[in-house]
């Protein structure tokens, strides 16, 4: 005789722990996210996510199996940093500012106020050189070749010409 096996769903009579002996966090009665599910849901590849929790922007807990849990939270923390990416601001300073709020917690709208005032004057910054670059771009555009004396994008009044022949500043800032 053959035994018929049903499913058992949430067998489990205690909570989940992580690696150290941590109880693992349930956020609003929800359980936490597979790397799958918040890859998913964020938009963000898995190898992202796994960098993004090596450099300390996101974190997420074990499971006995060593499988990683992310706090339903995280998706908050990735649009953040997604955002902050796209408005061309580094890791670096993206990892300072959510260090910077009260116990490593998730960013509210006040808090994304608060951080976008700080990098307001970088961003205005990026922006006038981005528009000097394109009006300068504007009055050589026709020859193309950037090596001409009166080349007022990379050789203004040549400047460079004292330097020798070639290419002299190739990744120069803007």
């Not at 963000?44 to 939270?73: C, D, K, M, W």
């Not at 998730?106 to 000097?132: F, G, M, N, V, Y």
Request: hydrophobic share 30%; proline share 6%; with cysteine.
């Amino acid at each position: 005789m053959h035994a018929t096996l049903e499913p058992q769903l949430l067998l489990r009579s205690t909570p989940r722990r992580a690696r150290g002996g941590s109880v693992m966090s349930k956020v609003s009665g929800h359980r936490p996210l597979t790397i799958g599910e918040l890859s998913e849901r964020s938009g963000v590849s898995p190898s992202a996510l796994h960098f993004y929790e090596r450099n300390g922007l996101i974190s997420a807990e074990r499971t006995p199996g060593n499988q990683r849990r992310y706090a339903r939270e995280t998706l908050r923390r990735v649009a953040f940093i997604k955002t902050s990416q796209r408005v061309g601001l580094p890791l670096k300073d993206i990892r300072e500012a959510l260090e910077s709020l009260p116990n490593g917690r998730t960013p509210t709208k006040r808090d994304w106020t608060r951080l976008s005032l700080r990098w307001r004057q970088e961003l205005d910054e990026r922006i006038a050189a981005l528009q000097h670059l394109r009006n300068d771009l504007d009055g050589c555009i026709g020859c193309g070749c950037l090596s001409l004396k009166s080349c007022t994008l990379q050789n203004p009044s040549d400047e460079l010409g004292a330097s020798g022949a070639g290419a002299q500043r190739w990744n120069a800032p803007i």
